[in-house]
């Protein structure tokens, strides 16, 4: 059951590299994290299902593929995820948006939920959950545990960095969720940060601090 895709892609690893270093614009950072949210759609959407439907071209007429299935819902968590949202929507434009907000705490490191939106046929669709750092896990495992409630039983989640650690205790309580993940690093630090990682991906795109 348990999944774990990490995306070699030259493109995808050159630009997590740009992201890990210190001295980068907010600009610069945030236009990144679009870019590989893009190109993180193409890979996670790399198994859709397809239909064979009749087409006409100007020529003649014919049997073409196209996407069958379950339609998707993007579902950022707040803040970060948000980054990922324009590339992955300029890819799959018909996409629903589910926004999940939630913060870490930083003396328990639990996630607080804060806003909760989704459409009203999430639990039809397939399930996108968006967020760049896959650290103790606690906030990824809270937003898949919520869109449960709400009945969704297809997901899967993208992020562009994980810890170890992390990834171990997502699939241990979500195991049917599969991950997509640029790269995963050697471990957390003693506050929940991901080393070498990338900092604070939320305040390195706003400029908060
Ligand atoms: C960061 C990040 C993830 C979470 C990851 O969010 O964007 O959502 O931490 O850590 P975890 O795996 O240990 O839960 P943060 O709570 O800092 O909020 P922000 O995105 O609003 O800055
Ligand atoms: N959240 C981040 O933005 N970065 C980390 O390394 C861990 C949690």
């Known amino acids: 059951m348990r999944q774990l895709h990490v995306v070699k892609h030259p493109l995808v690893q050159h630009k997590l590299t740009l992201m890990r270093q210190e001295v980068r614009s907010t600009q610069g950072f945030r236009r990144l994290l679009n870019e590989v949210g893009m ?3 193409y890979e996670v959407t790399r198994d859709l299902p397809l239909e064979q439907v009749e087409i006409e071209t100007p020529l003649a007429p014919m049997k073409a593929p196209r996407l069958a299935g379950k339609k998707l819902v993007f579902a950022p968590i707040l803040r970060a995820g948000v980054g990922f949202l324009d590339g992955m929507l ?5 996409a629903r948006v589910a926004h999940i907000g939630l913060y870490r705490d930083p003396q328990t490191l639990q996630a ?4 909760f939106k989704a459409p009203p046929d999430v639990a039809e669709r397939l399930v996108i959950v968006l967020d760049p750092m896959l650290a103790t896990a606690n906030s990824a495992v ?6 449960k409630e709400r009945g969704c039983r297809e997901l899967r989640l993208v992020c562009l960095l994980a810890a170890p650690e992390g990834v171990e205790r997502f699939h241990g309580t979500h195991p049917d969720v599969p991950i997509w993940t640029a790269a995963v690093d050697e471990r957390l630090n003693e506050h929940g940060y991901i080393v070498p990682g990338l900092g604070d991906a939320g305040d390195r795109m706003f400029g908060t601090r």
């Open 142 to 147: 809270a937003a898949v545990d919520r869109l």
């Open 90 to 94: 300029d890819l799959v434009p018909s």
């Open 112 to 115: 607080v939920e804060y806003y």
């Open 39 to 41: 190109l993180l759609a």
